[in-house]
């Protein structure tokens, strides 16, 4: 079935932060792609405040204006359920990223977050050689989120008796936010040897210990700009930098845009379609940082042709694809 | 003496509850970095207290005065100046004079709503608050924002344990204190929020005074917003939202008379370190967020009702 | 007082009120305009269903802005609510009934509170938002809960012919204006905040009178708290946080004032309809989201800009 | 009812303090139904207080109360609406945000229920018909849209509107003061077909025709306590105003001497047969004179304004203070020692280098407290804890130490003892001797011995101007009443 009469509109909840910024772009890039490529007619983008009744009523809005598609990141996991099950009556395909519904009619575009906390712990587990003072910085209190990530961290280091979380803060995935929180509690902690982030909380964790005047520990970074070059800078050093770069990439704007697509075209997408997480190791940290301005986010764009991979992938559980690189962007 | 001793336990009380609370803090660490824990809830502090001394002199104006946008201007300034500096110090001083600016000019703004067109402060402040963050929000989708090393290493750097930025807005204070006890435009805004037909009866420039503060309010606005961006790395839309309400809480629990005329300059470090020990607290207690907030409100309505004199 | 221009002076609540709803028509002309496809009952239900909490925050600000204070927390107020509804009615309707009346309760004594101790009802206020958040919070740290089914029930009603939002919104401003504009009661309340002391001379008792109407502001909290938790079918414990500030400017803009006890119910519904129609207006002529705060604030400027050119003409 | 019979009220030893002010030291009196007692008192006497007292919104600090021979314990407001006591209180007690009708129905409980507008609308309506036939009142009006007089009506008319509860007493505070002339007779007709319904009525005026010609006793209240009693048959208005004031000679002072020509510090155009001009010269003491509330105070603010702003037909040369008489809410700042009360209007003078010097400023402020003998412990106690004479004080004292040019004077000796008076007249004296010259009003005509040129205002007016040798009370009182100055018509109101 053709989509190129249809229009796809994105209701994001927020727009105040460089994920999300990014991610915004990466949905621009995506439906320019799709507009000029002549597989859809038309995209919009609708910011809200952070407040769910605010995206409540702009999603109504779009629902008035009659877009085929709705793609969300979404303010709330269950504030939106109630306008999301009317947009899913009126024959709209409802589909969340990254901020998830419970809406059942909703397709979800996910991350495996108690995946990434299983790897964030294994690494730090095996760099201490299993035994040592952990700091979790968490998210925003509440979000399902962080509560998998959490989950897979704990349940990781339970296999691990002597490595211990000794301090856990909620930095809102905001660098300044979790500099403060870090900062407030280090001073009655004792020695850290690393720090589990969610990512975007890295270089305000990093800060807080060199304002108390620790010693570097090992902090899982995330995908910003100024997380990748503090790592690069702290690899210059003698003896290097030993970390992992583990974050959700704000490209997975591109592939709800495209799922949409596809479920819009007919093809058979599973309501829920599990997007691998972008890991960036020492050896590609240089080539990223090649591409990222100064503030950005790493992300990959993904096409049309790789989200049909993925969504095969998710279909019949196989492995997914492999990510592609910093060479998608220009 | 005696009315200056009988004004004192209304801002001693900031300090009061604020020491009460560290002390608990170095009972529950066991002594651990009982310093570090200080100084730095000093440093987070400092940022409420540059915006809670604009708030402050706004409320001394009088009844009805209030500045709401303040976290519009915090957020304004903010994204300008780090936008404009693009990480480099060759452009710290346009950074700052373009967020400086954006301070003044919503000082003016709010002052031509307030005086030209009589819209009431509360109604116009709000209003001119949402063109100012909508302008943020304009802005941020262009815009790489990312502070001067030089601002940022001044925002988080110390003498002898204690934040310079610290030392600098622990110094204006003071001087705002003199200024508002010891010069003219002082007493005219004293007069003016004690009673505003008396205060122009007896010669002062009512209209001068309450421009004073407005734009002072702006100004100090822009400030905290700038280096508040500068300390978090760049500025993002919703740093300042918890200040609408906060700014109001820090002068409030600071001492100051919501009714006007009586502010208490060194009670926005009491009741700014007072907010800030008590988060320390309860997350050293693991206590939810939840209890943290019931924590704030309780301390606010308590202050108030303990320092607030009653009449016959 | 200016005694002169009676004619003038007269015309002035007229005028206040003709303002917001000539602006309130032209924002439904230019939707229905632009979509004419709104003007059926599915679109119309749609495009008013959120203005049904929103209009009974307004009215909960309205109480309180008639006798001269203002309430900070309402908004974290009606997010509590929200959150009794999600989670006590739902599990324990009994004891979520009774929380809801002790908060009520909660309400009017806070306004009992303000009188005695002769405090400032701002500062009271901000140090109640913080409460009810906090309490919304820890009853419901993370979003969820559900919805009473008769909750649920009532706002997905299709009445025939009219569609359910414009029946709650009619009927609020009715009843409003019925019990606050009609009843002699009504008279009385708004007479404290025109003068007080002229109401006390009259042998009324004004602690008793702010209790009652901060009572009825807690009690339309809980309204909107309710029909929030139906429409979302679900609790969060910062859903309401933005009726604050947009009840306050709902209230000025339908004509009401800060002191003077000079409040309209209608013109509360009009203002209310005025600010959530805004970001619709904005998304239907294709003007970007970013600027929809400084439309909003601009109406603010012009409606009341105009209002204080109409008084001292 | 028979001169035995009890008395409708009886007031017994009832006394009043407002804080340090005693505003009532033992009223005993008697309202008998059916008659008009008229009220007299200097500004201040503690007529207004005693109303509030007899209407149950003010408790008296002692004393008992009696309605119709029988002692009532819990009097209060609630017990004067159903004894069927109403009061038309000096100051507008109507809410203006509310319908005149709406009004009716705070008054009345009993309007309640379905068709309480119709009701209420009827029952003023009818009462403004009886009182004011002709008033043009729409009972729908809002409150705010009336003008001062209609207000005025509306509030007498609900005073004497009755349901269930039968009225017995209106009592009427200085009612006529912003009522225009018909309608005070109208209202004082009105009174006597209600009189002869029983229903007894209290009258405060300043205006002492309308009292002797409609009132059938007549007091006289002076400091909190009552000076005399009377018939009103049997009195006129000198002996009226030798019992209310204490007349006293003029102080001798030395005419002119400082008294210069040249030009005049303030001056103000006159209108050709309206109002007459005024002129105010370096050394000079002018007064102004007249019922209160004729325009002498918006006069002392066009001069005050004139001292910054253009205004049309007035010229001020040199810098201005000002002096309210009205502490509380134009004077004093409530949360400033008596020190920075005092210095608020010299500050220019004491700061150096943009800093008030606290020395000096301490310095300026116990001259002025020991020149003035303002009764304070010290120069930084609280100025609102100090009494209403002392405060008072300060206000002058603020206003000598701004070193002005022009001293405005807004009857700035309201509530203050006789003895703190005298000083203050020296003072002024003195001031004008150095030079200044001083604008004053007052209420009180004996204070207006003290001025070199009196100027008296009716409705706005200047209606004559009273050279110190021709000064006399006599001729203040007519021109009080006069529409116009002697040139252009005079006619006595009444
Ligand atoms: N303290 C205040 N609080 C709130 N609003 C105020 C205050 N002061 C002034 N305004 C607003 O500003 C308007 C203009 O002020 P106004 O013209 O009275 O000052 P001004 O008289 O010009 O002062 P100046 O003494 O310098 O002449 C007022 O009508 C009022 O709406
Ligand atoms: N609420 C109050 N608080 C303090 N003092 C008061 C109060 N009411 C009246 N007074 C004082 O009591 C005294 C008597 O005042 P009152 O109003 O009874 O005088 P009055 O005879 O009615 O004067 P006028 O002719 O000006 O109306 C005055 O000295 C006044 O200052
Ligand atoms: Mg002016
Ligand atoms: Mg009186």
Redesign the interface.
């Known amino acids: 079935k053709s989509t190129a009469h249809d229009g796809i509109a994105l209701s994001n909840s ?5 994920w999300r ?1 990014q991610m ?1 772009k990466m949905w621009k890039e995506a439906s320019h792609q799709a507009i000029s490529g002549g597989i859809v007619a038309k995209t ?11 995206q ?3 999603i ?7 877009w085929k598609a709705i793609v969300i990141d979404a303010a ?8 999301i ?2 947009a899913c009556h ?1 024959g709209i395909v409802v589909v969340a990223f990254d901020s998830l519904v ?1 809406a059942p009619c909703a397709y979800k575009v996910a991350y495996n977050y108690v995946h990434m906390g299983q790897i964030e712990a294994r690494f730090v587990a095996k760099s201490l050689h299993g035994k040592g003072n952990v700091l979790e910085v968490r998210g925003i ?4 989120v962080d ?1 998998d990530i959490h989950k897979g961290i704990v349940e990781t280091f339970r296999k691990y008796p002597k490595m211990k979380i000794v301090g856990s ?1 909620h930095g809102d995935w ?3 936010i979790a ?3 870090v ?7 004792p020695h850290i040897e690393a720090v589990v982030t969610q990512g975007g909380d890295g ?2 964790t990093y ?1 807080a210990f060199m ?2 005047g620790r010693g570097t520990p090992l902090i899982i970074f995330g995908n910003r700009q ?1 997380e990748l070059s503090l790592w690069a800078k702290l690899d210059k050093k003698p003896g290097g930098y030993h970390t992992i770069s583990l974050s959700s990439a704000p490209g997975v704007s591109s592939i709800a845009l495209w799922v949409a697509q596809q479920i819009l075209a007919g093809a058979k997408v599973p309501k829920v379609v599990n997007v691998p997480l972008l890991q960036i190791h020492a050896n590609q940290l240089q080539s990223w940082l090649k591409v990222l ?4 986010v790493a992300t990959p764009l993904y096409s049309q042709t790789w989200t049909e991979r993925l969504i095969a992938a998710n279909l019949h559980h196989t492995a997914p694809p492999a990510s592609p690189g910093p060479e998608t962007l220009h | 003496m005696g009315q200056r001793f009988a004004n004192a336990p209304r801002w001693i009380w900031s300090y009061l509850a604020a020491a009460v609370v560290y002390l608990a803090i170095v009972v529950i660490a066991a002594g651990a970095g009982s310093f570090q824990t200080f100084s730095i809830a000093l440093q987070f502090a400092t940022f409420f207290v540059i915006a809670g001394l604009g708030q402050m002199l706004v409320i001394t104006a009088g009844p009805g005065n209030i500045d709401l946008s303040i976290p519009g201007v915090m957020t304004l300034a903010g994204y300008l100046a780090t936008g404009a500096m693009h990480g480099s110090n060759a452009g710290l001083l346009s950074g700052l004079a373009l967020g400086l600016l954006v301070g003044l000019g919503a000082g003016l703004f709010n002052l031509a709503l307030i005086r030209l067109l009589r819209i009431p402060p509360m109604v116009g402040t709000l209003a001119s608050g949402f063109i100012y963050q909508s302008a943020a929000i304009a802005y941020s989708s262009h815009a790489v924002t990312q502070p001067s090393p030089l601002l940022a290493a001044f925002t988080s750097g110390r003498v002898l344990g204690v934040s310079a930025m610290t030392v600098l807005f622990i110094l204006l204070t003071a001087a705002c204190a003199v200024g508002l006890q010891r010069t003219r435009a002082g007493r005219a805004v004293l007069a003016l929020g004690q009673n505003r037909r008396a205060a122009s009866l007896a010669g002062f420039r009512v209209g001068g005074a309450l421009s004073l503060v407005y734009l002072a309010s702006g100004l100090l606005a822009a400030i905290a917003g700038i280096l508040l961006a500068a300390y978090s790395g760049g500025a993002s839309l919703d740093m300042a939202r918890e200040y609408l309400l906060m700014s109001i809480a820090v002068v409030v629990i600071g001492g100051t008379s919501i009714a006007g005329g009586d502010p208490a300059p060194p009670g926005l470090w009491g009741s700014a370190m007072l907010l800030g020990l008590l988060v320390t607290m309860l997350n050293l207690l693991h206590m939810p967020e939840g209890v943290r907030l019931i924590a704030t409100g309780g301390v606010i309505i308590g202050v108030l009702a303990v320092a607030t004199p009653q009449g016959p | 007082m200016p005694a002169g221009q009676p004619a003038l002076a007269a015309a002035l609540p007229r005028f206040k009120i003709a303002l917001p709803v000539a602006a309130l028509a032209a924002m439904f002309g230019i939707i229905f305009w632009i979509r004419p496809a709104i003007l059926s009952y599915f679109g119309i239900g749609l495009l008013l269903d959120l203005a049904m909490p929103a209009v009974f925050a307004s009215m909960a600000q309205m109480c309180v802005i008639a006798i001269n204070d203002i309430d900070l927390g309402i908004g974290p107020f009606i997010s509590l609510t929200s959150c009794i509804a999600a989670t006590l009615l739902v599990r324990a309707p009994a004891a979520g009934l009774l929380a809801l009346a002790a908060a009520i309760g909660a309400y009017a004594l806070m306004g009992g509170l303000i009188h005695v101790r002769r405090l400032p009802s701002i500062v009271v206020t901000l140090g109640a938002s913080f409460i009810w958040l906090g309490c919304a919070l820890l009853l419901l740290p993370s979003p969820g809960g559900g919805a009473p089914s008769l909750i649920a029930g009532f706002v997905n009603l299709s009445p025939p012919l009219v569609p359910l939002p414009i029946l709650v919104l009619a009927g609020a401003a009715l009843l409003g204006h019925l019990l606050l504009m009609r009843t002699a009661r009504g008279a009385v309340l708004r007479g404290i905040g025109g003068n007080a002391k002229a109401v006390e001379q009259a042998g009324w008792s004004l602690a008793r009178g702010r209790m009652l109407l901060y009572g009825i502001a807690g009690a339309c909290g809980v309204i909107a708290g309710l029909l929030l938790d139906g429409i979302n079918t679900s609790g969060d414990a910062t859903v309401g946080a933005q009726y604050t500030l947009t009840s306050i400017a709902a209230v000025i803009v339908g004509g009401g004032e800060f002191v003077g006890g000079d409040v309209s119910p209608v013109g509360t519904v009009t203002g209310t309809l005025i600010m959530l129609l805004t970001g619709s207006v904005l998304s239907f002529v294709n003007i970007s989201t970013s600027w929809q705060l400084s439309v909003e604030g601009g109406i603010l400027i012009v409606v009341l800009g105009l209002r204080a050119v109409a008084r001292s003409a | 009812m028979t001169a035995a019979a009890a008395p409708l009220i009886r007031l017994a030893a009832i006394a009043r303090d407002f804080g340090s002010v005693r505003a009532l030291q033992g009223v005993d009196l008697d309202i008998d139904a059916g008659r008009m007692l008229g009220i007299v008192g200097h500004n201040g006497a503690g007529k207004s207080t005693l109303m509030q007292i007899i209407a149950g919104t003010l408790p008296p600090s002692s004393g008992a109360i009696a309605v119709a021979g029988a002692p009532i314990p819990a009097y209060g407001v609630r017990a004067a609406h159903a004894l069927g006591i109403r009061c038309v209180f000096q100051e507008l007690s109507l809410c203006p945000n509310l319908t005149v009708f709406e009004n009716v129905g705070i008054m009345h409980r009993s309007l309640r229920g379905a068709g309480w507008r119709g009701r209420a609308r009827h029952l003023i309506r009818a009462s403004l018909d009886a009182i004011f036939p002709g008033h043009g009142i729409d009972p729908d009006r809002q409150v705010s849209s009336l003008s001062i007089g209609e207000r005025q009506m509306v509030e007498i008319a609900r005073a004497f509107s009755e349901t269930e509860e039968k009225v017995r007493l209106v009592i009427l505070d200085e009612a006529t003061a912003s009522l225009a002339g018909h309608a005070a007779t109208q209202l004082l007709d009105f009174t006597r077909a209600a009189r002869a319904r029983g229903i007894a009525c209290v009258f405060i005026s300043h205006r002492l025709a309308e009292i002797l010609a409609y009132a059938d006793d007549i007091v006289v209240l002076r400091d909190g306590g009552i000076v005399g009693t009377a018939p009103a048959s049997g009195l006129d208005e000198d002996r009226l105003v030798a019992m209310m004031g204490e007349v006293r000679a003029p102080a001798g002072r030395d005419a002119g001497g400082a008294r210069s020509a040249g030009v005049p510090r303030v001056e103000a155009a006159g209108q050709d047969g309206e109002s007459l001009p005024l002129r105010v010269h370096a050394g000079e003491i002018v007064g102004l004179a007249g019922l209160a509330g004729h325009g002498q105070r918006a006069f002392l603010h066009r001069v005050f304004a004139a001292a910054r702003h253009r205004e049309r037909g007035l010229a001020v040369n040199g810098s201005i203070a000002h002096v309210s008489g009205d502490r509380a809410s134009e004077g004093i700042f409530p949360l400033w020692s008596v020190m920075r009360n005092i210095s608020a209007g010299a500050l220019g003078r004491l700061s150096r280098f943009g800093l008030i010097d606290p020395a000096a400023e301490r310095a300026l402020a116990e001259a002025w407290a020991r020149s003035l003998a303002i009764r304070t412990p010290t120069v930084s106690h609280l100025a609102t804890r100090l009494s209403g004479g002392n405060q008072q004080k300060v206000l002058v004292a603020r206003a000598l130490a701004s070193g002005a040019d022009i001293l405005l004077l807004d009857d700035p000796t309201r509530g203050v003892d006789v003895g703190t008076k005298r000083e203050l007249y020296a003072r002024m004296r003195a001031h004008a001797a150095g030079g200044h010259a001083i604008l004053w009003y007052t209420t009180e005509n004996a204070e207006l011995a003290e001025c070199d040129r009196v100027y008296v205002f009716s409705r706005g007016r200047i209606t004559d101007a009273i050279d110190r040798d021709a000064y006399s009370e006599d001729r203040v009182i007519r021109a009080s009443f006069a529409s116009a100055p002697p040139g252009g018509g005079f006619a006595r109101a009444g």
Request: proline content about 4%.
């Open positions: 927020y727009a105040g932060n460089s910024q915004l919009k983008i609708v910011n809200a405040d952070n407040s769910a009744s605010q409540e009523s702009q109504e809005d779009l629902i008035l204006e009659g709330s996991p269950t504030a939106l359920n109630g306008v099950a009317k009126a419970t209190a509440g979000t399902s509560t803060v905001t660098q300044s500099q403060k929180a900062a407030g509690v280090l001073p009655s902690l270089y305000g800060e304002a108390a100024v301005p100064q503030g950005a």
